[in-house]
């Protein structure tokens, strides 16, 4: 069955960095879209990154766009979130998911997530 | 960015009755339109994606309706599990999108 599983999370100060690793399985990780999705706490889901199936092409959100770097390994099913200069407002849970596949975006399959919390 | 509207914030259904749920996009999204479900302390789940096709292994009491800017998720008898929190999500322009969410709580 399909599985992913995030891992990295954790508390860092303002101005600091962390990298989120999502382990995939359980499906041809080489051939789809993979995203990253967060979760402030008692809020809403927001968009944060994409990545082509071969890495091709990456889309971030305005609000991380210059700040995070996503990536793909798929000789290992695994992908990163590079996260750099870190505030207040990146603190959420963060999710993997991966793309429906076909030309629309949509996440059929979500990891556990990891808390990031960023506070001094 | 397309705005995603959803409505009510909150509604109160008993079980075994039909709930109606609500999204509005500030543009035309086509029927590039899914709607998510997510419990207290999981991920969202994946219900129906392109306005109105469920997703793998989502029961037929859910159903999606609606394109352009004016979308509908309808559940047609409430069941306990059914009680959570839902999102719409637009994939028709980046970014894609979501509704700031809709919870479905036991009347």
């Known amino acids: 069955q399909v599985q992913l599983v995030e891992s990295g999370g954790g508390v860092v100060q303002p101005g600091g960095s962390l990298r989120l690793s999502c382990a995939a399985s359980?499906?041809?990780?080489?051939?789809?879209?993979i995203h990253w999705v967060r979760q402030a706490p008692g809020k809403g889901l927001e968009w944060v990154a994409s990545?082509?199936?071969?890495?091709?092409?990456?889309y971030y959100a305005d609000s991380v766009k210059g700040r995070f770097t996503i990536s793909r390994d798929n000789s290992k099913s695994t992908l990163h979130l590079q996260m750099n200069s870190l505030t207040v407002e990146d603190t959420a849970v963060y999710y993997c998911?991966?793309?429906?596949?076909?030309?629309?975006?949509?996440?059929?399959?979500w990891g556990q997530g990891t808390l990031v919390t960023v506070s001094s | 960015e397309i705005v995603m509207t959803q409505s009510p914030a909150t509604l109160s259904v008993s079980p075994g009755e039909r709930a109606t749920l609500s999204c509005r996009a500030s543009?035309?999204?086509?029927?590039?339109l899914a709607w998510y479900q997510q419990k207290p302390g999981q991920a969202p789940r994946l219900l129906i994606y392109?306005?109105?096709t469920r997703a793998t292994g989502i029961p037929a009491r859910f159903s999606g309706s609606g394109s352009g800017a004016e979308f509908t998720l309808t559940v047609s008898s409430l069941q306990s599990e059914d009680f959570a929190v839902y999102y719409c999500?637009?994939?028709?322009?980046?970014?894609?999108?979501f509704g700031q969410g809709t919870r479905l709580e036991i009347k």
């Open positions: 359980g499906f041809i990780f080489s051939s789809y879209d």
């Open positions: 998911a991966k793309d429906v596949s076909g030309s629309e975006t949509y996440f059929d399959y």
């Open positions: 990545i082509r199936y071969d890495g091709s092409n990456s």
């Open positions: 543009q035309s999204v086509s029927s590039n």
């Open positions: 999500q637009q994939s028709n322009n980046w970014p894609v999108t």
């Open positions: 392109g306005a109105s």
